[in-house]
Nanobody, 117 residues
Framework: QVQLVESGGGLVQAGGSLRLSCAAS????????MGWYRQAPGNKRELIVG???????NYADSVKGRFNNSRDNAKNTVYLQMSSLKPEDTGVYYC???????????WGQGTQVTVSS
């Protein structure tokens, strides 16, 4: 059993920045396999930050160049630094296993990001 707790979301204007955090706890897991998903209003949850089997971070085209994933292994925490935010970035952001072919942990509550025009 792994618990995932996302935080750091909020309301920002277009062009602003936010830093999201994802704290993992519970049973054994690999923080290096953790990436990010988001669910825009009315849409399904989509992978925006994936991880390859070699630990390389892959960013969806929609966020590439604006979002940066990092981690603190000692704190079992993954971070998503978001800059140049756009209204289309609005949604609920979740962390979870983002390595292709690996099982996901139970979803956390996510953290809401709202980008105003």
């Amino acid at each position: 059993q792994v618990q995932l707790v996302e935080s750091g979301g909020g309301l920002v204007q277009a062009g602003g920045s936010l830093r999201l955090s994802c704290a993992a706890s519970g049973s054994r897991f690999s923080i290096n396999a953790m990436g990010w998903y988001r669910q825009a209003p009315g849409n399904k949850r989509e992978l925006i930050v994936g991880i390859t089997r070699r630990g390389i971070t892959n960013y969806a085209d929609s966020v590439k160049g604006r979002f940066n994933n990092s981690r603190d292994n000692a704190k079992n925490t993954v971070y998503l630094q978001m800059s140049s935010l756009k209204p289309e970035d609005t949604g609920v952001y979740y962390c979870n296993v983002a390595e292709f072919g690996r099982d996901l942990h139970p979803w956390g509550q996510g953290t809401q990001v709202t980008v105003s025009s």
